[in-house]
């Protein structure tokens, strides 16, 4: 279930945090970064935003995606549809997203 907190800048959620997936013994590796110096962040000013994606080691699917910074609210819902459709890391590298959107920014994300 996905979660917004609209604040300036949002903050969004879903899927598993890091802790819960270890408790649940799986093997991931998380990706995470600051996004303040990427062109959807700058364009708008925004200097504080990041995310942190966590990606099964075997599959590589996304098993949890957190975002803070601009349209957050928006973008975490493409990560809802690729974690209930059990989509890969790989295979949201492979989408051609529109340039520039937010959502473009997923391939690198992951």
């Not at 700058?42 to 957190?66: F, M, P, T, W």
């Not at 990560?79 to 920014?105: C, L, Q, R, V």
Request: with cysteine; net charge negative; charged share 20%.
């Amino acid at each position: 279930m996905p979660s917004a907190v609209f604040t300036i800048p949002p903050l969004a959620t879903v899927g598993l945090q890091e802790s819960e997936a270890r408790k649940q013994g799986l093997r991931f590796e998380t990706q995470f970064g600051k996004t303040g110096s990427w062109y959807s962040s700058k364009r708008i000013g925004e200097d504080c935003s990041g995310y942190k994606i966590l990606v099964e080691a075997e599959s590589g699917k996304i098993l949890g995606a957190h975002i803070l910074g601009p349209n957050a609210e928006e973008l975490i819902n493409l990560f809802t549809m690729a974690i209930n459709a059990s989509m890969s890391a790989d295979a949201i590298k492979d989408i051609i997203f529109a340039y520039p959107t937010y959502a473009s920014d997923m391939g690198r994300m992951v």
